[in-house]
């Protein structure tokens, strides 16, 4: 406490308060080793001031002076000046021989002074305006610093050194957010807070920042080291490389106009640069408003090697002439600031947007003159929209905390940020924060822009997901149905800890960002059957599998055993039953029902059973009309779970905000089932099949069936469990007809020069130039295995560059569980190339089957949605939805059996 009660008195001695011209120019002008006169000590053509009043803070500063983090530099730059009284003008020549004997104190102020930046420990920092929250662009410049800083206290030499450091530019007062509160004795900004939030949320704490003011270099605010800045330009007036400048507006604008129609670059003309000294005493001492400027040598050029663009360098005298350091106010300029801070604070590379490049001209003249040694700098490019144009609000979410709040994972959004510039020379785009630090490099920092892809964000949040076990996300899932009131206020805890078990569960499979399995639940408690037939849309899904017969004497048959009280409904006491395998582990994959014998998962699927056997009918014919009159949709989760979710909804002492939510209760489904089968024109109520619309053919199927269903023992009826567990049944993305998938030979295999991990192939697939296409295969298998072999191409994805190889196509593979194992899909050796490759159960020939164009595949994320449901079978066969991959010539096989088709 008594630290923190130092840490007030040292504020409110700091001097937050912008100082008056007058001041100013006595503090400018005076000796750095104060001195105090009495009125007996002033020559007698000096006009004396009353002295102000000042608080004695030695006593204070003794005392923190014996606190571990005072070091060097770390209060002087807070302190300095306060215990000054205003004196009179002194010519330059008598401050710069009074400035001799304090050169040794800003000698010491830059640490890395007479020392190369690039052999250093790095020192990085990231210096956001407190102007709001942090956005997709600041994020990323972040994050570049931070990896790199970790990076390098990962090393052995200098590990301690390296420090990421978090420096607030609040000297624009103007687009600063006010409001200023009091917590523990230290100050805070509303939009820093928030700056500061999203940092910590994204995981990139800081080692020294704004909350560490005794850090070794703080204080880490712009507007709490004025003192600094005012001292630095003092030296720079009394060295001669400053000056002031008591030009008007007026006289400035009329400078403007007259070099504009003289068809010139508007530049200060220097007409103060070297002004009578006498004359700058008098104006001074007459109260006149005045800036300082920098003076500019003649003739010079600035020239940085940056890390990203190259050589870049401007002709300084030519492009800004002499610059202003300090306002008439007395509030340094932003990049004056900048330079000092990077010089005093030791920073040894400066990664930061391109749009800062024009400011490392002026950055750099300031440094040269104090003899601090320039930064590595590198500047990225900036991040677009998908219409190529800055990316902004008008985009979507760019601000951290709004994709925060819609869902998505720090560790994720870090490993996108880091994709959006930057690559690691393989195909690898998931990284772990442990993976990207180790990985990262600054000299693979790509030069052109990169797009800004929700799409893809999704896809790798989607890939993060999946690394946690459902127990592992209950909280984050908890916070977003907190987001959209869908939970009350204080609920019992073990039956809020259930429904959202239950939501996390069933969403788990399908979710992209947390917040979809919040949607998804609300989407499973509603309830979007139509009132009647007449409103269903002309074309819908719905409409049509109506029409074929099925549904509505699927529905009475729901319906009367409901009334009769035969149809199962969830068990209150086991509400959990659906969600949980035998193990007690949490069920995610759609295809599996949970339940032990005599739940009511079990219970359901032998009425549907009976069902089948009952009105003959099996697979989609009897699943889709059962899924829609039940939940109200055609597509969507196991219908078991589902009833189980809502059953929590909508059961006594329920966890749910039901009207948030929008729950529509089991019984209220009911009766309005009831009315839309009621609204079902005759000529659908009776299946086609069973009216003969399908010819003899299918009375004789049917026939076939009947009879069969009359030998076959119990357990091996027509409705198996394969049947209502078929993987189709439950898919919801795009049609597999959409890949272009075709036969292709590899004639040509060799390393790519710069990434460890990839092979560079060209690939015969029918076209009358090969593809060429970069694989991550080389870890795995030689390339005189791979010359040669017939292989499945995808082919209609974009061309891109990877490690800099344009590649267009990928080369399907297949994988174990844990990726170890990776092997070519075995092509039969008679399949043509060229071919397409088929999937049966679909029509790749009509007008339909024909694939998506590039950019649709890419835009949509196609092949992401597909692939989850590619994998091989027990017996090694590469299957869509348990349907394998044919060609001409058979079908396809592989070495590796359960694993994953990519």
Not at 47 to 64: G, H
Not at 484 to 496: C, N, R, Y
Not at 612 to 636: C, I, Q, Y
Not at 804 to 816: E, Q, R, T, Y
């Amino acid at each position: 406490m008594r630290f923190l009660m130092a840490m007030v008195l040292l504020r409110m001695t700091s001097g937050f308060i912008t100082p008056t011209s007058q001041r100013t120019a006595s503090r400018l002008f005076r000796p750095l080793s104060t001195t105090v006169h009495n009125s007996n000590n002033h020559p007698a053509s000096s006009k004396l001031r009353r002295t102000r009043p000042r608080n004695n803070i030695d006593p204070l500063l003794s005392r923190l002076a014996l606190h571990p983090s005072f070091k060097d530099g770390a209060l002087w730059s807070t302190t300095a000046g306060t215990n000054e009284v205003d004196t009179p003008l002194t010519t330059t020549a008598a401050a710069t021989n009074n400035n001799d004997s304090n050169n040794a104190d800003f000698d010491t102020l830059f640490p890395n002074k007479g020392k190369n930046p690039l052999t250093l420990p790095p020192r990085m920092r990231f210096a956001p305006s407190p102007t709001g929250s942090l956005h997709v662009g600041g994020a990323r410049t972040a994050l570049y610093n931070w990896l790199v800083a970790k990076k390098g206290q990962l090393e052995e030499e200098g590990g301690k050194e390296a420090a990421f450091v978090l420096r607030v530019e609040d000297t624009d007062l103007a687009r600063s957010t006010k409001g200023r509160f009091w917590s523990l004795g230290v100050m805070w900004y509303e939009s820093e807070n928030s700056v500061l939030a999203d940092l910590t949320w994204l995981g990139l704490t800081w080692d020294e920042g704004p909350d560490t003011p005794l850090g070794k270099y703080g204080p880490y605010r712009q507007s709490e080291r004025s003192s600094l800045y005012i001292a630095i330009a003092r030296r720079l007036i009394a060295e001669g490389k400053a000056y002031p400048c008591f030009c008007t507006p007026e006289e400035l604008e009329a400078m403007k106009l007259k070099m504009e129609q003289e068809g010139l670059p508007p530049r200060y003309d220097g007409t103060w640069r070297d002004a009578d000294p006498e004359l700058v005493r008098q104006k001074i001492e007459a109260g006149d408003p005045y800036t300082v400027r920098f003076k500019v040598p003649p003739n010079s050029r600035v020239v940085i090697d940056d890390a990203v663009r190259g050589t870049v360098s401007w002709d300084a005298d030519a492009t800004v002439g002499d610059f202003i350091l300090l306002r008439s106010s007395g509030v340094p300029v932003y990049n004056f600031c900048v330079a000092v801070d990077d010089a005093a604070m030791g920073i040894t590379t400066v990664i930061r947007a391109e749009e800062h490049l024009t400011n490392t001209l002026r950055q750099g003249l300031i440094l040269d003159a104090l003899g601090a040694p320039r930064p590595r700098y590198a500047h990225c490019s900036l991040i677009l929209g998908e219409d190529k144009q800055k990316l902004s609000k008008r985009h979507g979410a760019t601000s951290c905390n709004q994709f925060r709040l819609d869902g998505f994972l720090p560790d994720a959004m870090i490993n996108y940020l880091a994709l959006l510039g930057w690559n690691d020379g393989t195909d690898n785009e998931i990284f772990t924060r442990d993976e990207l630090i180790e990985a990262f490099d600054i000299d693979r920092i790509v030069k052109s822009p990169s797009v800004f892809d929700m799409d893809k964000l999704k896809w790798v949040n989607s890939q993060h997901l999946k690394k946690f076990e459902v127990e592992d996300i209950l909280g984050l899932v908890q916070q977003q149905l907190e987001f959209l009131g869908m939970v009350k206020e204080g609920a019992e805890e073990g039956k809020l800890r259930d429904f959202v078990f239950a939501s996390t569960a069933l969403a788990k499979q399908m979710m992209e960002t947390t917040r979809d399995a919040a949607e998804n639940a609300k989407t499973v408690m509603g309830y979007n059957l139509p009132a009647s037939y007449a409103d269903l849309p002309d074309g819908s899904e719905a409409k049509e599998m109506i029409e074929q017969g099925n549904f509505y004497g699927i529905s009475m048959k729901i319906l009367e055993m409901y009334d009769a009280g035969t149809f199962p409904t969830p068990d209150a006491d086991n509400l959990l039953a659906a969600f949980m395998d035998g193990s007690n582990k949490a069920i995610v994959e759609d295809t599996v029902i949970g339940g032990e014998e005599g739940s009511y998962p079990m219970k359901y699927k032998e009425t549907m059973k009976a069902i089948a056997k009952d009105m003959n009918v099996k697979g989609k014919n009897l699943f889709h009309p059962v899924r829609l009159a039940l939940t109200g949709e055609m597509s969507g989760q196991d219908v078991t779970k589902q009833l189980s979710l809502l059953a929590m909804a909508t059961g006594e002492h329920s966890v749910v905000n039901a009207d948030a939510a929008g729950v529509v209760p089991f019984d209220a489904r009911i009766e309005r089932l009831k009315s839309f089968c009621a609204s079902i024109p005759e000529q659908f109520r009776v299946s086609k099949a069973a009216s003969g619309g399908d010819s003899a053919k299918s009375d004789e199927k049917s026939s076939k069936n009947a009879a069969k269903a009359d030998t076959t023992p119990k357990e091996e009826s027509v409705t198996t469990a394969s049947a209502i567990a078929d993987p189709l049944d439950g898919y919801t993305g795009p049609p597999i007809t959409a890949l272009d998938i075709r036969v292709g030979r590899i004639t040509k295999v060799w390393t790519h020069e710069e990434a460890d991990k990839l092979y560079c192939e060209e690939i015969d697939v029918g076209e009358a130039e090969p593809r060429k296409i970069a694989s991550g295969l080389r870890p795995y298998m030689s390339a005189e295995d791979m010359e040669g072999r017939l292989v499945l191409v995808l082919c209609n994805l974009k061309e891109r560059k990877l490690a800099g190889f344009p590649s267009h196509g990928m080369v399907l593979c297949a994988s174990n569980q844990d990726h170890t194992e990776v092997k070519l899909v075995s092509v039969p050796v008679e399949a043509k190339v060229g071919e397409r490759v088929t999937v049966p159960g679909f029509d790749f020939e009509g007008e339909e089957g024909q694939p998506y164009p590039e950019n649709k595949i890419g835009k949509k994320k196609v092949f992401e949605q597909i692939a989850p449901f590619l994998a091989t079978s027990e017996y090694g066969v590469p299957e869509f939805c348990g349907r394998p991959l044919l060609t001409s010539a058979g079908v396809c096989t592989s070495p590796i059996a359960k694993g994953s088709v990519a």
